[in-house]
């Protein structure tokens, strides 16, 4: 898939990728504290390892951790964490030490277009992203399939008809009410911002939203 430029206003960020016959367009809400410490540590980038980020959650932000209280494998995600900028090292005593979570997502996903024909595969393409937020189709104007329109309800997608003369929604999304913040949503958080911070690397607009 191929990023194109986002769009970053005031803490908000866009990014649109083409995938066959459809563009997804994801809403971004930026989390600026979060960026600005990334960009203060040398650690602006995104960190795509689900093993780490699952890890990470275990651990409050910004609390001490001890250590020798981790196995053998957390030890090791703790040292990968603290190469990667999201979380710190420190020495409390000769032979103690403990890990400091600084990391969180930088940023909130919140919604998720599916631009195509109205057709079961864009149906198909948006039930995908179902784990991480709201979605809608934005389908051409026309008569739309009233078997395809009650799945897309069914599934908690919303449809909305765009022509020249603007948009209209002929059903709502689903509110989006996760359980819980799971570490393959912090994985998604980081591959969309990835996307965002190379497509507007250019123009500069992640950094200058991060230094406002």
Known sequence: MTAS?????????GVSWQTGAHRVHVDLELHLPEIQRRRATNAAGSVQDLDTLRFLLTLPVDQPTALAGLDAYER??????????FAEERAVARSQ????RRAEPPVTVRLIS???PFRRSTLQLATTFAPYW???????????????LLEATFYGVGVTVADANGERT???????????FTGASWLFAERIYGQALSSATATGQVSAASRS
């Open 5 to 13: 430029p986002s769009t970053t206003v005031a803490g908000t960020s």
């Open 76 to 85: 090791r995600l703790a040292r990968r964490a603290v190469r990667c900028g």
């Open 97 to 100: 030490s403990t890990l400091i």
């Open 114 to 116: 599916v631009f195509g």
């Open 134 to 148: 709201r979605r809608r189709l934005v389908v051409p104007s026309g008569r739309l399939d009233e078997i395809l």
């Open 170 to 180: 002929v059903a709502a999304s689903a509110p989006f009410q996760p359980a819980r």
